[in-house]
């Protein structure tokens, strides 16, 4: 299985350097709106094209939603660049395209979420809601989005949320996913910025969990991550 990783693009069109032909998975990690550089113009006809894009190869690629693009969806969830000029537009090709878009993609034991998955967030707020014929977390937490279950959505206090919250798979912060991720579980994601691809494996003498951040695109050296699962 040859994978790879667009972190978070926020206007950028670097992923048309893509070949899917190369792939046999590709993954968005959300973000695709909300920039200090790139003007609205180009965002908007940037994501219609991953949302053509997706079309095109619907087996293949996976678009996640990231905070930014809930904020187009959700008020009290809204992030920091938001746009009220291209609110309208963004909201309908999200609401439009909702079938396109999903909160996780899982392979095996290797999840991509947008912000990330902690052990404590999952005790606490998903094991309860794991039905028995979810047939992994991907579905779940997919699920638990569509049914709005507000921990989805859960801001910590690390991201100006409340201090009663650890922070659901769109808004964690890196300081805790990083010392304390899902055990067992290959995490990939987005949302804080990296210059480069950076792997953390935090638990001694457990192979079987990491995460691995990819939101370099628009700060960082731009690099995606390419990873084949055997």
């Not at 693009?9 to 909300?34: A, M, S």
């Not at 921990?151 to 922070?167: A, D, T, V, Y």
Request: glycine share 8%; charged share 25%; with cysteine.
């Amino acid at each position: 299985m040859k994978t790879i990783t667009i972190g978070d693009l926020h206007g950028r069109r670097t992923w048309k350097n893509i070949h899917p032909d190369d792939y046999d998975l590709i993954v968005f990690l959300g973000d695709y709106v909300d920039s200090l550089w790139v003007d609205s113009t180009t965002i908007l006809n940037n994501f219609h094209e991953i949302i053509g894009f997706k079309k095109s190869h619907p087996q293949k690629v996976r678009l996640l939603i990231g905070n930014h693009e809930t904020s187009y969806l959700f008020p009290a969830s809204r992030a920091s660049g938001y746009r009220p000029g291209m609110a309208d537009e963004v909201s309908e090709l999200l609401t439009t395209n909702a079938g396109l878009f999903q909160i996780a993609c899982q392979y095996r034991n290797y999840l991509w979420t947008h912000a990330g998955i902690h052990q404590g967030f999952y005790d606490h707020k998903i094991k309860s809601r794991i039905a028995e014929s979810d047939p992994d977390l991907a579905f779940t937490l997919e699920r638990l989005y569509i049914e709005g279950y507000p921990p989805i959505f859960e801001i910590g206090p690390q991201r100006m949320g409340s201090s009663k919250n650890i922070g659901g798979p769109l808004w964690l912060d890196k300081s805790l996913i990083i010392t304390k991720p899902l055990r067992g579980y290959h995490q990939i994601i987005g949302h804080t910025r990296v210059e480069t691809i950076r792997q953390y494996r935090p638990y001694r003498n457990d192979p079987g969990t990491s995460v691995t951040i990819c939101d370099c695109v628009e700060y960082g050296d731009g690099s995606f991550y390419k990873l084949e699962i055997e």
